[in-house]
Nanobody, 129 residues
Framework: QLQLVESGGGLVQSGGSLRLSCAASGFTLDGYAIGWFRQAPGKEREGVSCISAAGGNTYYADSVKGRFTISRDNAKLTVYLQMDSLKPEDAAVYYC??????????????????????WGQGTQVTVSS
């Protein structure tokens, strides 16, 4: 059974850094695109970043470009999201999600949460100003 578990969230001051981890079990990461998404209270879930199955392509929301970095270690079954220069508006529950990386209609779909079928439980990120 495919499972994803996020960790690394917490409380950080504005301008600080956190590294989120998404650990997979029950399947190998090979062939899967892995995305990070977030949802703040009262807001719709939004795409933050995604990495393709081979790791050669990465995608970022405009709001995090230059501050967040996604990477994957297939041998460790883990995908990371390094978050630097955090802002209060980055505060949210962060989720990782997996989907076989095939047949995508557009590059923008990599940041569309509706195109991902397997989800972790989320990890809270709080940024104090």
């Amino acid at each position: 059974q495919l499972q994803l578990v996020e960790s690394g969230g917490g409380l950080v001051q504005s301008g600080g850094s956190l590294r989120l981890s998404c650990a997979a079990s029950g399947f190998t990461l090979d062939g899967y695109a892995i995305g990070w998404f977030r949802q703040a209270p009262g807001k719709e879930r939004e795409g933050v970043s995604c990495i393709s199955a081979a790791g050669g392509n990465t995608y970022y929301a405009d709001s995090v470009k230059g501050r967040f970095t996604i990477s994957r270690d297939n041998a460790k079954l883990t995908v990371y999201l390094q978050m630097d220069s955090l802002k209060p508006e980055d505060a949210a529950v962060y989720y990782c999600a997996a989907e076989p990386d095939e047949g995508r209609a557009s590059l923008s779909s990599y940041l569309n949460w509706r195109t991902f079928g397997s989800w972790g439980q989320g990890t809270q990120v709080t940024v104090s100003s």
